[in-house]
């Protein structure tokens, strides 16, 4: 077009600036666009290895847990990506918790995580959740339940407890295990509105170890989701 018409004559009437169009010329591409499409590769990438995925678990795998590069993006940006390129976990499952909500909760405190799934430092953020096993003996079926406590920083597990019975003790013992394995940690704990994370109990001891208390929104156990995610693969295991 600039061989027909001037360049001054074209940008005026777009109401554009010269400088602007150069910069077009030279640049095609915002820095933005640029970004959106190395993400994109390695969204694809990510994908083609664990088709399972969805786009929440494709953003925690950015996030350089697992040794692939910190990448650091909000889910937002990657539920866009995903749509663009129609990118779509192959399998849907409903997060089954056997924790309880109490119909007169002791204390409820606010999300304060915000699905904010990365840590700069160890012991900065704890999820816990408690989980239900079934097992046979015979046709006779039993349950057991597992409450454990994960460090978002490296994905390990802090503590952990198994019983026969979903309680309060239970619930209570992991918690009195992280804190003897981290003394000095400080951490802000996430959970759901079950029952023991509710109680005065539960409370007292957060106070008592100076920690922060955050919870999920009710039906929102996405809020809670690397816990989620390792109570399915412990359950797939």
Known sequence: MSKHYPIDRLCKYLNVTRSAYYRWVKYPKSNNELRNERLSTEIQRIHNQH???????????????????????????????????????????????????????????????????????????????????????GIEVHKVYLSAILDLYDRRIVSFKISDHNDNPLVMDTFDEAVRQEADAHPLVHSDRGFQYTSAQFYTRLKKYHMKQSMSKVAHCIDNGPMKYHEQYTKAA
């Open 51 to 137: 088709p399972d995925m969805g786009y929440r678990r494709i953003r925690d795998e950015l996030d350089g847990h697992k040794g692939i590069k910190g990448i650091h993006v909000n889910d937002k940006r990657v539920l866009r990506i995903c749509r663009k390129y129609d990118i779509k976990s192959n399998i849907k499952w409903k997060p089954k918790s056997c924790t309880r909500g109490d119909r007169n909760p002791d204390h409820i405190a606010k999300n304060y995580l915000h699905r904010e799934f990365h840590a700069e430092k160890p012991n900065e953020k704890w999820l816990t959740d408690v989980s239900e096993f079934k097992y046979y003996n």
